[in-house]
C-alpha cells in the first residue's frame, strides 16, 4: 500500500465549478500536510501547508481529518488558471510522502 | 521568502558525458536538501536526501556511484550524474525546508536532462 493515495484523476470541470480533491495516508505518525500544484514540465510549487484541522485561502480550502486519515482540498470558482496537477504530501517529520498527484483541466 | 534556485535548467549531452546539477537555497540555509527525478506523466521520485557535511542517504535503488550528491555548505548541494546515459534522461529537480521538522519543501525551478 503506498504512503500516500490520490485519485489520478483527470478531473474535467466548466470554468466557476467547485472541485474537490481527496488525498488518504497511510502512517499516522504524519504530522503535517502540504498540497503543491506542478504544471507540465514544471517544479512543483506550494499551495497550501496544513498543520491542524485546515486552512483556507481564498478560493482553496483544505481540510485534515486524522481520524480517517484524509486530506482534502477544495476549489471554489475553478478558474482556466487552476489547470495543473495537485500533489498531496504527508510530512511524518522524518520523511515526505508524495501523492502520485491529481491532474485538474478547468474547461472554459 | 524561501527561493530555490537550480542550474542548469536544461542540459543537452553525448552519451558518456558528467553532467553537474547545482541546487541553492538563495534566502534562507538549508541543512537538508533533496533530489528527484521524475519521468514524463509520472509522479517524483525521490533519489537521495542530501545532509550538509555529511553523506548524502539514497533511496533503494537508486546507484550512488552513479549519481554523486555533495552538500557542502548550508546553501549548496549538487548532484552529478556521471558517465550518462541516454536512459538517465529525465528531468531532476532539487528542494529544500528551512528548518526543523513540519516545514514545506520548496523546489527549485528543475533541470530537463537529455543524453544522446
Known amino acids: 500500500r503506498k504512503e500516500v493515495e490520490q485519485d489520478p484523476g483527470p478531473f474535467n470541470v466548466p470554468e466557476g465549478a467547485t472541485v474537490a480533491f481527496n488525498c488518504t495516508y497511510s502512517?499516522?505518525?504524519?504530522?503535517?500536510f502540504f498540497w503543491y500544484r506542478q504544471d507540465c514540465r514544471k517544479e512543483p510549487k506550494l499551495l497550501m501547508s496544513?498543520?491542524?484541522s485546515g486552512n483556507e485561502d481564498g478560493r482553496f480550502t483544505a481540510q485534515l481529518n486524522r481520524a480517517s486519515q484524509y486530506i482534502s482540498l477544495l476549489i471554489r470558482d475553478s478558474k482556466l488558471s487552476d489547470s495543473a496537477t495537485y500533489l498531496c504530501?504527508?510530512?511524518?517529520?522524518?520523511?515526505?510522502?508524495f501523492g502520485t498527484g491529481t491532474s485538474l483541466t478547468v474547461i472554459p | 521568502g524561501a527561493v530555490v534556485s537550480q542550474h542548469p535548467s536544461w542540459v543537452i549531452c553525448k552519451s558518456g558525458t558528467s553532467v553537474k546539477i547545482e541546487c541553492r537555497s538563495l534566502?534562507?540555509?538549508?541543512?537538508?536538501m533533496f533530489w528527484y527525478r521524475q519521468f514524463p506523466k509520472q509522479s517524483l521520485m525521490l533519489m537521495a536526501t542530501?545532509?550538509?557535511?555529511?553523506?548524502?542517504?539514497?533511496e533503494q535503488g537508486v546507484e550512488k556511484d552513479k549519481f554523486l550528491i555533495n552538500h557542502a555548505s548550508l546553501t549548496l548541494s549538487t548532484l552529478t550524474v556521471t558517465s550518462a546515459h541516454p536512459e538517465d534522461s529525465s528531468f531532476y529537480i532539487c528542494?529544500?525546508?528551512?528548518?526543523?521538522?513540519?516545514?514545506?519543501?520548496?523546489f527549485g525551478d528543475g533541470t530537463r536532462l537529455s543524453i544522446l
Open positions: 528542494s529544500a525546508s528551512k528548518g526543523p521538522a513540519h516545514q514545506p519543501q520548496h
Open positions: 502512517n499516522s505518525a504524519s504530522q503535517s
Open positions: 496544513v498543520y491542524s
Open positions: 504530501v504527508a510530512d511524518t517529520g522524518n520523511q515526505f510522502y
Open positions: 534566502d534562507f540555509q538549508a541543512t537538508t
Open positions: 542530501s545532509n550538509e557535511g555529511s553523506k548524502a542517504t539514497y
